[in-house]
């Protein structure tokens, strides 16, 4: 068989349409698992062999790494390996390779640096400092949410190239614009663009300078783009822009697994591809190919609760398969060891570990999960992540923790200075210097050096003092009340707080409550040394097995666009997916993306999916747990139901989303200047509204005070106009 041959066998009718339709304007709308990346990595296959075109002459991005990295596997299968397939990548990508080229054209060096959200925090750290402020004032992610928005148009970039001052502005919004004005100071001093800037700087290149621009739209004979319905308007814009040339764009997506909204992402651009290009074609494909039917309908079953969508059905010619599966536990180590259980006995009948995927929502859920997959010795691997023990703030407590009952040298060195102490490295060398003289740890080093420190050296008595208090306290409190107080009187809490990194909080916080769980498992007997043991099993791990027969460990962001035969979504618990923050920042809009998410993950599947949750406190909102609104939605003859789910946890459930929707939906929205009168007497009239907070600012003309009262709040009505007039 030739190549060509060998590219186009196995395609259906509609996506032999897809592959072979090259020129001109062209979209293929389908639904998940539908062979939509099969058919543009065919199509690049086809462009190359059967077109005779370079794959320096195709652009072909996608949204994620792991997906370019997945497609450009996929073609070096179809059309070999000798080729440069670097132009198949994502957005980012491309527009590093445009500036490797071409950023010179603004003063820019070649060589320029690549800041990653890791950077952006080291230099906000720096900024916070200079300025002053704390995650008091904002988070680091407020902060970078309010960078973003100040580098959505393009002025920044103005400034920068004709040196001109940015502008900063009056409103409330100062002390944030500050903060963006340092922030883009320091990049510049360095050279360093963050990924805001690399699509900036490429467009502003090309908007400023027709040459470079030329160059790229005559270079790019062809261009695909993979999950289209992610990409944002620049995104969009600038593929749009390279096209105008040849003419020739392939578009491909699926509007239902659109996730990233909150970052940008419009949907519009694919569904409304038509009216931008009128003489495009458009393909749909509505037959899956990856997911048994049990799978499918579960999430076409899900899915059709948004209301923002266009309905479209797929259909499967695979068999059946098994049931889909959700269990109840009853505390969350239950969920993991049945994972855990579960991947066990499909190994058993001879499935590898590879074949399994287990996602959730948020990455503290991994704490639990990772926990049961290393009691029962099952290899695992946290894609796009890090391990929870290995995660800076939980090696930081536990190393506390550690020095406490072990008063070990690894663990010195680890806490000494965190929260900083100003002890620098010479003080701690001359520690160092002392214990081995002595032959005794760091910390009786230390301890021996106190008496001879100069009294600007307080922080280092005040240590020794700390850990000695908690050495006493240790025997008087539970565990989880010395980690509390260890948190809080080290500094430790304050630090992460100042730090601004909200995830750093939430780990901590998961960790504080499988302890807690832990002690009530034990009736409060749990001792620190016994805790210690226990979690040494997970913090020394032996990372030798095989790297690539592993379960892998991964939130549904990172799973978009790829399948495995067995899919866990854990954690599918209500305030985490949906995500309480989420919606309590962008309301019924987040609900309908949640939604997505979950038909994203179910829709990875192909051979069996199980949904799990369990019982226990929500960390964030400190109400009992239950399963997630979705679980409701889902017709009861979907799936079938392992562990016992308590018509009590049924009611409770139900009563509490009835009542979140009710607020969701409440058509309380006031505008500044209403006058609100309060359910136990008295009025009031909004001055302001600060969207970032989520409050009304109102003056209480009574007691002469003004107060933030929240968005949504029941216990206040409008008062009409008429009433006004006669109050006054
Ligand atoms: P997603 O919406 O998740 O991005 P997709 O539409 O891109 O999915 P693919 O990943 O291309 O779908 O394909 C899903 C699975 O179906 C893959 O394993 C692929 O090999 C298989 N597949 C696609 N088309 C066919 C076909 N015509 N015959 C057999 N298998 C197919
Ligand atoms: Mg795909």
Redesign the pocket.
């Known amino acids: 068989m030739n190549t060509i041959d060998k590219i186009l066998e ?3 009718g509609q ?1 032999l349409k897809a592959v072979t339709t090259t020129e001109g304007y062209v979209r293929v709308i ?1 639904g ?7 058919a543009l990595t065919s199509r690049y296959a086809y462009l190359v062999e059967g077109l005779g075109m370079d794959a320096s002459n195709i652009l072909c991005v996608t949204f994620t790494n792991k997906a370019a990295g997945e497609m450009r596997n996929r073609v070096k299968r179809i059309a070999g390996n000798e080729n440069d397939y670097s132009y198949i990548t994502t957005y980012h990508g491309f527009c590093v390779k445009v500036l490797r080229e071409d950023i010179n054209k603004i003063q820019y060096p070649r060589q320029f640096v690549i800041m990653d959200v890791e950077d952006q925090k080291t230099v906000l750290r720096d900024v916070y400092g200079e300025l002053g402020i704390t995650s008091k004032n904002f988070t680091f992610k407020q902060a970078i949410k309010h960078i973003e928005m100040r580098k959505s148009s393009l002025d920044y970039l103005e400034c920068i190239a004709e040196n001109k001052e940015i502008p900063i502005s009056n409103g409330a919004d100062y002390l944030l614009d500050k903060v963006f004005v340092k922030y883009l100071q320091k990049q510049q001093r360095n050279f360093a663009l963050d990924f805001s800037d690399l699509i900036n700087f490429t467009l502003y290149i090309f908007d400023n300078h027709a040459d470079v621009l030329e160059k790229w739209q005559n270079r790019m004979y062809y261009i695909q783009v993979d999950e289209t319905q992610d990409s944002s308007p620049k995104q969009f814009y600038l593929v749009d822009l390279l096209s105008r040339v040849h003419k020739n764009l392939f578009v491909v997506g ?1 509007p239902d ?1 659109t996730i990233y909204e909150w970052r940008g992402a419009k949907p519009e651009l694919l569904v409304d591809f038509d009216k931008q290009f009128p003489r495009a074609q458009t393909i749909v494909m509505n037959q899956n ?2 997911s048994t039917p049990n799978i499918l309908n579960l999430g076409n079953h899900i899915i059709k609760n948004n209301k923002i969508r266009i309905d479209k059905d797929m259909v499967t010619a695979n068999s059946p398969g098994v049931d889909a599966v959700h269990y109840h536990a009853k505390n969350d180590s239950e969920e993991g060891l049945w994972i855990a259980a579960e991947i066990k006995r499909l190994v058993k009948e001879n499935n590898k570990y590879s074949d399994f995927a287990i996602l959730y929502r948020a990455n503290h859920v991994s704490r639990v999960i990772e926990q049961s997959l290393i009691k029962e010795g099952i290899p695992y691997s946290v894609w796009g992540g890090i391990r929870f023990f290995e995660r800076r703030e939980i090696k930081d407590v536990l190393s506390y923790l550690r020095l406490v009952v072990f008063g070990d040298d690894l663990s010195f060195l680890r806490v000494i200075n965190t929260p900083s102490r100003g002890l620098g490295k010479m003080f701690i060398d001359d520690i160092k210097q002392i214990a081995t003289r002595c032959d005794i740890s760091l910390f009786e080093a230390l301890e021996k050096k106190l008496p001879t420190l100069p009294p600007g050296r307080r922080g280092a008595a005040k240590f020794v003092n700390l850990i000695k208090a908690f050495r006493k306290r240790k025997d008087e409190i539970s565990v989880s009340g010395l980690v509390k107080e260890i948190l809080d009187n080290t500094g430790l809490t304050a630090m992460y707080r100042a730090d601004g990194d909200e995830d750093r909080l939430d780990n901590i916080k998961e960790l504080q409550n499988s302890i807690i769980n832990l002690e009530n498992d034990d009736a409060g007997k749990l001792t620190l040394e016994n805790y210690l043991q226990e979690i040494a099993l997970y913090t020394d791990m032996d990372l030798d097995n095989d790297k690539n027969d592993r379960v892998k460990l991964m939130t549904i962001h990172t799973a978009k ?1 790829l ?1 495995f035969p067995y899919v866990f979504l854990c954690g599918f618990t209500d305030g985490v997916l949906p995500g309480y923050m989420s919606i309590k920042e962008r309301g019924e809009r987040a609900i309908e993306e949640e939604r997505r998410l979950t038909y994203v993950a179910i ?1 990875r599947a192909e051979k069996a999916f199980y949904m799990t949750e369990s019982e226990g406190l929500n960390f964030r909102t400190g109400m009992s747990k239950h399963p997630s609104r979705f679980l409701f939605e889902i017709r009861e003859n979907l799936y079938v139901r392992q562990g016992i789910l308590p018509v009590e946890i049924i009611i409770q459930a139900k009563a509490q989303i009835h009542l979140e929707n009710e607020k969701l939906n409440s058509p309380q929205i006031y505008e500044v200047g209403d006058v609100v009168s309060f359910n136990i007497g008295g009025e009031g009239k909004i001055i302001a509204k600060d969207d970032r907070r989520r409050v009304y600012i109102i003056e209480l003309g009574k007691i002469n005070s003004v107060r933030p009262i929240r968005y949504g709040w029941q216990g206040m009505k409008k008062v009409e106009k008429q009433a006004m007039t006669n109050d006054q």
């Open positions: 196995n395609l259906n996506q389908a998940a698992g539908s062979g939509k990346t099969k699926d697994q190919y990856s666009g399948e829709t």
